[in-house]
C-alpha cells in the first residue's frame, strides 16, 4: 500500500480516515492504531484562543513521508495515514492524525508513536498561539520533544 501525507486547513473526520485505512490494507491489517492531536490551551494563565500553523509546503510532506518510510523500514506495518491542518485553528480543533495499520498491535502502537514524535521535532511546521486578550507569540519547541526524539534514534535492544 501506498503512505499517505496530507496537509490541509480543513477539518477532518476521524473516523473517516480510520475507515480509509483500513480499506487500504482490505483485510490484512489486525491493529489500527491512531493518533489524535487537538488544541489545548497553552497557556492557562493567560487563556488561548486559538494556534495558527504554517508549515514548508512540499517539504513538510516529504519529511513526514520520509518519516513513515522510516518507520516501515523499522516495523513491520502494512501501512499509514497521516493528515496535518495548517491555518488557524480554535481551542479543542483537530489539528493531527496519525494511523498505523499492521497485522500485530505492537508494531502499528511503536509505529505509530515513532512517527507523531519524530514529525513533531523534524517536520517544518510554526505555531503562533494567540491568547484570549489577543496577544500573539511563536511557540518553541520543548526539550522533552526533541528528547523524546532522538531516544527514537538509539538502536532498541531486542
Avoid: N
Avoid at 520520509?66 to 516495523?75: D, P, S, T
Amino acid at each position: 500500500m501506498t503512505d499517505m501525507v496530507v496537509i490541509q486547513t480543513e477539518r477532518f473526520d476521524v473516523a473517516a480516515l480510520i475507515d480509509r485505512l483500513q480499506a487500504r490494507t482490505a483485510g490484512r491489517a489486525g491493529a489500527l492504531v491512531h493518533f489524535l492531536g487537538t488544541v489545548r490551551d497553552y497557556s492557562p494563565d493567560a487563556g488561548s484562543r486559538s494556534l495558527f500553523l504554517e508549515h514548508y509546503p512540499g517539504m513538510c510532506e516529504r519529511e513526514i513521508q520520509a518519516l513513515c518510510e522510516r518507520a516501515k523500514q523499522r516495523w513491520d506495518i502494512l501501512d499509514t495515514l497521516v493528515v496535518h491542518r495548517v491555518g488557524e485553528l480554535p481551542l479543542g480543533d483537530p489539528i493531527v492524525f496519525v494511523g498505523v495499520a499492521s497485522a500485530h498491535r505492537g508494531e502499528a502502537f511503536r509505529a505509530c508513536e515513532y512517527i507523531i514524535d519524530t514529525l513533531k521535532t523534524r517536520a517544518p511546521f510554526w505555531k503562533r498561539e494567540t491568547l484570549a486578550d489577543g496577544q500573539a507569540f511563536w511557540v518553541q519547541q520543548h526539550d522533552a520533544d526533541a528528547l523524546k526524539t532522538e531516544q527514537w534514534d538509539i538502536p532498541s535492544e531486542p
